[in-house]
């Protein structure tokens, strides 16, 4: 069984089939160009990620995850059949901490594995979890199109089957940088669904605040739900309270730009940011700083992910935790 640790927690993994099928589709066939995989910090992606590296890495295919900003890579590297000594002398080889590795030494990372795999004849998965935060947006974007490029490299140097290369991003602007490119296809993947949720929640210690309330703060975002619970205590008060300790710079900027008004609209409807003029701006800012995402993009698993007033999500834009506009609400109304 697949868990995930939280604070000696042992979390059952929740929901995602719909989202585990389509990756085993990408994994079985391949894919001709990158697939870009964004949705909210802390909804799952690494998660999902490593889930997939795990069940699916056997038999006919290899599937790899390499969390770019893991310095050890006997952690950052899931889904290869390898003893630990071996991952460690594979990182040796590349000379320090992942991230940095990456961008030139991918190719040698994936022939290290190669080599002592043997994927030959094999389908491989390269899922490489947030590239960008870990090369910086300039050198992130010049490595996914070399990903790009590599992907038809690998049959004829490996020869292995098919071919998958999927990267990952939670921040609104690597978002823009990569979904410009033909070479890349972008898909969203979001929160998890009420029933999820209730899954997760019901292996947290006892609720000090009801479902409800739970679902209504967090909107179904795992991280969220379970530092609520762990770290806060479910203390909702305590919790908003933090974020506007995190929030007052965002919101004092906004104030400073003019942006008062309309940080107050989207605060009760999204869509204003792509609805008002010269909001373009505003939108900028508050995706940088993981607050909304750009959510007009094709769902992970197929249904799209339906407006919901309550939790902030538009049709354009959505919060990506609502909790954030409580925090906020406050912080423009202490002024
Ligand atoms: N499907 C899931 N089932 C159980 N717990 C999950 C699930 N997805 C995420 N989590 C929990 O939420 C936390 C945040 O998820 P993570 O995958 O790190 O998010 P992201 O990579 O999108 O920022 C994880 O540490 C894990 O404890
Ligand atoms: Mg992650």
């Not at 038809?152 to 292995?160: D, M, N, R, V």
């Not at 975002?221 to 710079?249: F, H, K, M, S, T």
């Not at 993009?297 to 197929?302: E, K, Q, T, V």
Request: aromatic share 8%; glycine share 10%.
């Amino acid at each position: 069984m697949f868990e995930v640790n939280a604070l000696g927690y042992r979390l059952r993994f929740v929901d995602r089939e719909a989202e585990v099928e389509v990756l085993r589709g990408w994994v079985e066939r391949g894919s001709p160009v990158v697939e870009f995989v964004y949705g909210p910090e802390g909804c799952g992606k690494s998660t999902l990620l490593r889930y997939v590296a795990k069940t699916l890495s056997r038999g006919g295919s290899v599937v790899v995850y390499v969390d770019a900003l893991e310095r050890d890579p006997s952690r950052a590297v899931v889904g290869v059949d390898l003893p630990r000594g071996e991952l460690v002398e594979i990182g040796r080889a590349l000379g320090g901490p992942l991230g940095a590795a990456l961008a030139s030494g991918l190719s040698r990372l994936v022939e290290a594995i190669a080599s002592r795999l043997r994927v030959s004849g094999r389908n491989l998965a390269l899922l490489i979890d947030d590239p960008i935060k870990a090369l910086g947006l300039e050198r992130g974007d010049a490595y996914v199109k070399w990903l790009y490029e590599f992907i038809y490299k690998i049959p004829g140097e490996y020869g292995a089957g098919r071919v998958l290369a999927l990267v990952t991003a939670s921040e609104g602007l690597s978002r823009r940088m990569l979904s410009r490119h033909t070479y890349l296809h972008t898909s969203l993947i979001w929160n998890l669904p009420r029933q999820g949720f209730a899954e997760l929640l019901e292996q947290l210690p006892q609720p000090g605040v009801g479902e409800e309330e739970a679902w209504l703060v967090t909107g179904g975002n795992p991280r969220a739900l379970i530092d609520l619970a762990l770290r806060y205590g479910w203390n909702v008060e305590r919790w908003v309270r933090d974020l506007q300790y995190r929030l007052a710079e965002v919101v004092r900027r906004a104030r400073l730009e003019g942006f008062e008004r309309l940080l107050a609209e989207a605060l009760e409807d999204p869509d204003a940011l792509w609805y008002t003029g010269g909001a373009e701006k505003l939108a900028h800012l508050l995706e940088a700083e993981n607050l909304v995402l750009y959510k007009h993009s094709p769902a992970l698993a197929g249904a799209e992910i339906s407006e919901d007033k309550s939790l902030g999500i538009g049709r354009y834009y959505a919060w990506q935790i609502p909790a954030y506009r409580d925090a906020i609400q406050r912080l423009l109304e202490n002024n």
